[in-house]
């Protein structure tokens, strides 16, 4: 048992290190060195928009950068505070404070922890589509929205949190625009999308922070202008190193908590394996999921006793981080070094960064998260998969993350038990059955293409699983028929499983026909489906010599029923 745990629970670094070289390391120290500097500006917008202090957003991004790199079971993923989670920590703050934020991210590390060790990592993933999607450009939307303010320098009353209520403030209040601010912003923006063009390998971002900030620190210094509005003007940054806080954990702040935990730990699942899953298209590489859950859930458990927010795979710095040579999770190691050095030695220059800028930044990270070109697609296909895109995207908007995958997962599992029960068919033979046609060939020794039925004997075939679904639809055209057979052969070969009320109503139909004198023989049960079936009341019933594996032998069974019956006749 110790050897598969050490076999199923390896971090990807170990297993990188048995290899390692020089080559790989000066690769890694390039890739790291810039990812280090990319996620620092990012870490700030993160933090802000969050609703926190800078600080925070930098803090999360060098310990949970750390942790998720060291036991992470991705090679190149990076790790940190991301766009997806500002919404779910804002609303957070905003309703419990910064405590009741530090106490729902250890209950969602808690949480992910128990999610890689029970493996379930390969179930996250089965999360249909439509919901990802559309809580996503929800996300994106709604983090547009919180930008707007910024982005033009508005002047405005203290913001609601709420969507229309937010954009009803900004028409009031639109004509307090700051034209220079609205400028930097847009520039910001163009620079974003125009550097990819040039180079891939320097992200637009930071060539937009760059050449902002000593663009605005020139205009202040020089130009006299001091209507632009920097993150020293909102912010004190301390450039030091977090002390260890309290986390108040109590079970009344657990039970208040629990939803907003549970919201944080399974879009942290989700971002963070579709993060790693995009990773190994780009490097030939498979991840473990199960151990990135796990090294995400120590992460988000460790990372708010120092102060920091939640944190998950980032897809924007995993992918930096592979275009920049990254090939292990040292690179990873060496990012979040960068970012400690950098806010150690050099943090107070962050104070020059405008805030216009940042909005420019975070502007464009929705834009990407919005995946506009995937929402429009989903929407032209069925009306199943419409329902559940456009539930998930409103709710989110409308109220929130922890609703919206609710009733989002809801309305997905009634469409797939509507489409289960659909492709689930139930048919009535009498007479005889051909063999050659439906190609039958379990008993392996077919004499004849025609199988007859003895007189009184009528045939059942379930295609598809025999859940709670269908059992209805069996029991109803059971109860339908007024004829009243001697035997009943259920075939069972297309039944891939059977659940509790499946085995409940065909249960109830042996009995009720025990009751009525008719025999019941079923065919071609699948070993997983004879388990269940043994383990019910149903063997006790209709007899275990009932129970047959092919329909020759059930036939022949019938034959010899019909045998004894009329033998019990003739002596009366």
Known sequence: MRINFLQDFQPALFQSLRTYNKEKFFADLMSGLIVGVVALPLAIAFGIASGVTPEKGIYTAIIAGFIISFLGGSRVQIGGPTGAF?????????????????????????????????????????????IVIGFTS???????????????????????????????????????????????????????????????????SLVAIIVMTLAVYLMKTYGDITSIETI???FVINSELPEMKHVPLSLESIRLLFPSAFTIAMLGAIESLLSATVADGATGHKHNSNMELVAQGAANIIVPFFGGIPAT??????????NNGGRTPVAGIIHAVVLLLIVLFLGDLTRHIPMACLAGVLVVVAYNMSEWRTFTS????????????????????????????????MLA??????RLNESTQ???????????????????????????????????????????????????????????????????????FIDSTGLNNLEILCRRSKKEKIRIILSGVKDSVRESIEKSNIPQIIGSENICSNIHLAVERAKMLNAEQKQKETNK
Do not use: C
Request: net charge neutral.
């Open 313 to 322: 795979g980032a897809i924007a710095r995993t992918m930096t981080n592979i």
């Open 232 to 234: 020293g003007d909102r």
């Open 413 to 418: 599992i009634f469409g797939f038990l509507k």
């Open 86 to 130: 500002i919404v779910i920590v804002y609303g957070i703050v905003e309703q419990y404070g910064v405590q009741g934020l530090a106490i729902a991210t250890v209950l969602a590390g808690v949480m992910l922890l128990l999610m890689g060790f029970l493996k379930l990592g390969e179930v996250i993933k089965f999360i249909p589509y439509p």
């Open 138 to 204: 929800g996300i994106a939307l709604t983090i547009f929205s919180t930008q707007i303010k910024d982005f033009f320098g508005l002047t405005t009353p203290a913001l609601p949190s709420g969507f229309f209520e937010k954009w009803t403030i900004y028409l009031q209040y639109f004509s307090t625009i700051n034209g220079w601010a609205a400028l930097i912003a847009l520039i910001s923006v163009a620079i974003i999308v125009i550097t990819p063009k040039i180079s891939n390998k320097v992200p637009g």
């Open 426 to 496: 139930v048919s009535r033979t009498t007479g005889s059955i051909d063999l050659a046609k439906e190609m039958e060939s379990q008993s392996g020794d077919i004499q004849e293409e025609i199988l007859h039925l003895p007189s009184g004997v009528e045939v059942y075939e379930i295609e598809g699983p025999f859940f709670f679904g269908v059992a209805g639809k069996f029991d109803e055209i059971t109860r339908e028929l007024r004829d009243h057979p001697h035997i009943r052969i259920i075939r069972m070969r297309k039944v891939p």
């Open 378 to 409: 989903l929407t032209k296909q069925s009306k199943s998969t419409l329902g559940i895109l456009m539930t998930t995207f409103l709710l989110t908007v409308i109220f929130d993350l922890t609703i919206a995958i609710g009733v989002g997962l």
